[in-house]
């Protein structure tokens, strides 16, 4: 089962964010950002599974999140449908399948966890 839609419903009815398409190269591509900071908490793109290091050359939808805690990031990449963040350059993004690898409410806890980390700081305090 595909996630992505889901996962879209999930972040617009949440967060009332809308996607963006930034890329006229990469149609697919869709990020999320803060209204107040503009900050990105997710991107979703298709890629090929092998540039996942997985067998196929089929694409498949993944969502790039923030994880700022370093111990809980490295425990995730462990599991399967986990990656580090793929064509993200720093170290603080994973990478989850959406294909029905990982469950819809574990993708949307850690989307949760993405929007908290890049949330201004004041809204940190808050919540």
Known sequence: MDNKKEVFKYIEKKYKAKPEYLWRRFPNYAIFRHSDNK???SLIMDV????????GETRVYILNIKI?????RD???CKKGYF?????????????LLDGT?????ICNLIDISFLSTAPKKRKRVK
């Open 102 to 106: 990982v469950e819809l409410k574990e």
């Open 39 to 41: 900050k990105w908490f």
């Open 75 to 77: 425990a995730l990449i």
């Open 84 to 96: 580090k963040g793929y064509h993200i350059s720093r170290g603080n993004w994973v990478t989850v």
């Open 68 to 72: 700022d805690d370093a111990e809980f």
């Open 48 to 55: 090929e599974k092998k540039k996942l290091g997985l067998v």
